[in-house]
């Protein structure tokens, strides 16, 4: 287990790997956004209440999911090259901040769009809404920080714990709508009850969510490949995979 | 584990706890100033400042909406299931306005108690079904999940 651990921390072993891996991983992800979409969108049946405008959630929800399961991601990645020193950890450290970044932009864009047709409002300053600007300005602040220094180790350093600072903000994202008076509604899927969603609604969403969840990790490996290459182009085998 | 790195992951660890209770502290004592809204048993209770904009919230009474003569003004009660206050409100309501309905409404508390809102935004809850189901959903009986505290 040690050796895989150590073979996962050196960037070429995970060139090669993330190579063979890729073009399955397009196919799926591909596949399950074409189906998740096609089927929330055109084929699940429309909300009693909200009508057409609850179709949102098939794009709202798997975005939000992923901005905060992207943030653990990059705080273990902070956490592990700050302890081990690996140098994939603060690649994957300095990729996954501009994509959470975006899928946290998405879900709160996504949101306003919802509230205006149903709340009433595209925005309003509650627990759970702002919690979540919050996590757009940490993964923001943690991108900008990896900018602002020119020696990349300080930069990995400091990024790494403001990353650590912001997992504080994840538990209280997701718990928000229960510890506070909200807006926004309670959440859908529950870790230990039933969703509370009929099946033909929840099933799209559940394909939607594994979509979105292939996507981040495509997205973060071809991020990482680019990353790879611009740190390792003085070695040999970059080289040798220039020439060939 | 080589020491220097075990050193740097109780480092990393009694980091997290640090923060992890800071902020705890901190949200603790932020508590009621995180709600979005005054549910009416806190407003009776003289819990919200009176003469002054705040929100409240809670569910539409059922039977309780009226449109005055005017054909702008409407009034109905809101209730958190302990306690309801009555609510006038001059403007368009959102779509998803109904009795039985959950709502916010930013506004000032008159002298007679009487909540005078400026602005109402619907609150839905996170059940999701289609419209043929609908008949088959008994009405509750018991307040929806977000009152329970």
């Known amino acids: ?244 | 584990m080589h020491p220097v790195r075990k050193k740097r992951l109780i480092w990393v660890l009694s980091f997290l706890v640090v923060v992890s209770v800071s902020t705890g502290l901190l949200f603790y004592a932020l508590k009621d100033n995180l709600n979005l809204f005054y549910t009416p048993t806190q407003i009776l209770n003289k819990e919200a400042p009176a003469n002054k904009k705040i929100r409240a919230g809670g569910m539409v009474v059922e039977g309780s909406f009226k449109r005055l003569d005017d054909g702008l003004t409407a009034t109905f009660d809101v209730t958190d299931y302990e306690a309801t206050i009555s609510v006038s409100y001059k403007g368009i309501l959102p779509n998803l306005f109904a009795e039985k309905e959950g709502v916010v409404m930013s506004g000032e508390l008159n002298s007679e108690g009487h909540f005078v809102a400026h602005e109402v935004l619907a609150k839905h809850d996170e059940n999701y079904m289609p419209p043929e189901l609908k008949d088959t959903l008994k009405t509750p009986d018991a307040p929806p999940t977000y009152y329970k505290n």
């Open chain 1, 1 to 244: 287990m040690w050796q895989f651990f150590h073979k996962l921390g050196s960037p070429k072993w995970f060139y090669s790997i993330s190579g063979k891996v890729l073009p399955y991983l397009a196919f799926v992800t591909i596949t399950l956004l074409v189906v998740g979409a096609i089927w929330g969108l055109a084929f699940a049946p429309m909300d009693y209440k909200q009508g057409n405008s609850f179709r949102i959630i098939y794009i709202h929800v798997p975005t939000a999911f992923v901005a905060l399961a992207g943030y653990y991601l990059m705080a273990t990645a902070g956490a592990i090259s700050l302890i081990w020193r690996m140098k994939m950890a603060g690649i994957m450290l300095k990729v996954t901040a501009p994509i959470g970044a975006a899928m946290t932009f998405l879900a709160l864009f996504t949101g306003a769009v919802w509230g205006k047709p149903t709340w009433g409002t595209y925005w309003v300053w509650d627990a759970r809404i702002t919690s979540m600007l919050i996590l757009l300005f940490l993964y923001l602040g943690i991108y900008a920080l990896m900018q602002a220094f020119t020696r990349e180790d300080l930069a990995e350093k400091s990024a790494a714990i403001l990353a650590l600072v912001g997992t504080v903000n994840i538990p209280i994202i997701y718990k928000s709508v229960d510890w506070w008076y909200t807006l926004h509604q309670p959440a859908t899927l529950k870790l230990t009850e039933k969703p509370s969603m009929h099946p033909d609604m929840l099933w799209p969403l559940l394909i939607m969510i594994a979509g979105v969840y292939a996507f981040f990790a495509l997205a973060i490996i071809l991020h990482a490949r680019v990353e790879i290459l611009r740190r390792e182009k003085k070695t040999g085998w970059v080289q040798s995979l220039l020439k060939s």
